[in-house]
């Protein structure tokens, strides 16, 4: 009897012990590939440099429905598409080849005014569009070509047509801006918000999609903190003073109007902003906001957080941690000094780069060494880049940003355990032949599930 007990302990301990590694890799590659329409135009592709497979990094992601894009911004030269997708229903390879979103033509810099340069972000809404914030800054890492002022395309996914494309007026695009994340608030598909963050000349530009106008706010708390600038990843080190970057709404509130928290990159701070205040294209403008903007606190040393995103249905925000090879989690109901991390390797979560939860409840971060890309080089022998998933609910699971399990749940547990123990129970039954040693086993893993339990 106790030896079944110590079993059942055990179990429940082993349980414990690894559900905080429960993120898996769903794709993964060494370099990047594109299918084309045949071996012979890739090859030509690559022959002619228009496709220089080293020069392809996957920087942002979502996935909606049965597609998982990816963002491929055009850091050096050699990248055919710079917005691609995979199928998530061909299972057939954890490493597939991309196509290009929503077609090659779209991609093509001999265009004098090409529909897609170099897009950082974007974010499919629940309304059927897929907004794509790209920055129009083409070779950043090697000869910079400016094709125009940043701007918002945003595609039909039921058909992937353009519906619409907003330039940012050059009064918003200032001389060394540079926008790299972005948030959508959604609630309303026909009142509908996309927020664009300026990291280089930090600012948060607002688009209205009713009003077809946008309109950029200026804040302090854009700004990178001199402090916070230095980075050290995996032995390499090195200096960003990037503002503003990572964005993540909350749901609607009762008056409609969400919370957007968000954090320049060089810094470990936190703060947020109603969007009842951005929303209101002449107040946002005005110095009167000023007092309307909250700290959060601080995540501490090294906690300079990338992309982050906030899953509505449970109230987490997750953010990326650079310099630990982790996934971070705050639960927004609770204080900012409650943090736990989801997931940290620092062999293979290198560089988190962007995190989305989709339609599905369902996680996924893809890390990509993106300091070994600038600063060092990749090797095309082991694996670069890695995409993983989890169902946000065991993602949360034992972390301090779990909500509190409701009563059904405790019950659904308890029962699960019960189960396993009416197993473990016929056999020992079988061993013994008595009922009362049964009896007693049940009691004792019910002891146990209770204090795992609570
Ligand atoms: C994926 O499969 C689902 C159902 O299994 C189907 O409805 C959908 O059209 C498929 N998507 C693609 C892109 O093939
Ligand atoms: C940045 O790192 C260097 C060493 O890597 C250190 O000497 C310096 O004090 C650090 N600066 C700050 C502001 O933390
Ligand atoms: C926007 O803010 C201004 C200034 O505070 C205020 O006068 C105006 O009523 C607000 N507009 C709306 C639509 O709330
Ligand atoms: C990752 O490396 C850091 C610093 O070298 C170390 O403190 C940390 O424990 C490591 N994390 C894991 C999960 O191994």
Not at 35 to 41: A, K, V
Not at 384 to 393: C, D, L, P, S
Request: aromatic share 12%; with cysteine; net charge negative.
């Amino acid at each position: 009897m106790n030896a079944a007990c110590i079993i059942v302990g055990v179990l429940l301990c082993v349980g414990v012990a690894v559900a905080k590694d429960n993120l898996r890799v769903a794709y993964e590659w060494r370099e990047m590939d594109f299918q084309y329409d045949s071996p012979d135009q890739r090859w030509s592709a690559i022959e002619r440099g228009a496709f220089k497979p080293a020069n392809v990094i996957p920087f942002g992601l979502e996935v909606y429905r049965q597609r998982l894009f990816v963002t491929l911004p055009r850091w050096r030269d050699g990248v055919p598409a710079s917005l691609a997708y995979l199928d998530l229903n061909d299972t057939s390879s954890k490493m597939p080849a991309l196509r290009p979103f929503p077609s090659w033509v779209s991609h093509s810099l001999s265009d004098a005014d090409p529909e897609l340069v170099s897009p950082f972000r974007i974010k499919a809404d629940r309304c059927g569009r897929l907004w794509v914030l790209d920055s129009r800054i083409a070779g950043v890492l090697e000869q910079t070509k400016l094709y125009g002022p940043a701007q918002l395309l945003i595609y039909d996914l039921h058909n992937d047509d353009l519906l619409r494309r907003h330039v940012l007026p050059a009064s918003q695009a200032k001389h060394s801006s540079f926008f790299a994340n972005l948030a959508i608030e959604d609630a309303d598909c026909e009142n509908t918000y996309a927020y664009a963050a300026d990291l280089g000349s930090p600012g948060l530009v607002v688009y209205s999609w009713r009003d077809q106008e946008s309109w950029r706010v200026q804040h302090h708390f854009f700004h990178p903190d001199p402090l916070a600038g230095n980075f050290s990843i995996n032995g390499i080190e090195f200096q960003w003073d990037d503002g503003l970057y990572g964005l993540a709404l909350s749901k609607p509130q009762s008056d409609g109007y969400s919370t957007l928290y968000f954090h320049p990159l060089s810094s470990t701070m936190e703060f947020s902003v109603k969007t009842s205040v951005l929303r209101n294209k002449t107040l946002a403008t005005s110095a009167a906001i000023y007092r309307d903007f909250k700290i959060l606190g601080s995540r501490g040393m090294d906690a300079q957080a990338g992309a982050q995103f906030l899953d509505a249905d449970t109230g987490v925000l997750f953010y990326t941690l650079p310099n630990l090879n982790s996934l971070g989690c705050w639960q927004t109901s609770k204080s900012y000094n409650v943090q736990d991390r989801v997931y940290s390797n620092n062999n293979s979560f290198v560089f988190p780069s962007d995190i989305k939860v989709d339609e599905e409840r369902r996680l996924w971060v893809l890390a990509n060494q993106l300091q070994n890309f600038i600063y060092d080089e990749l090797y095309p022998g082991s694996i670069n880049f890695r995409i993983y998933m989890a169902h946000v609910k065991d993602a949360l699971e034992h972390t301090t940003c779990a909500p509190d399990k409701s009563l059904p749940e405790l019950i659904g547990k308890l029962g699960e355990v019960l189960r396993t123990n009416i197993q473990l129970e016929t056999t020992t039954a079988k061993d013994s032949n008595s009922a009362a040693t049964a009896l007693t086993l049940s009691l004792g893993a019910l002891l146990l599930t209770c204090s795992w339990l609570l």
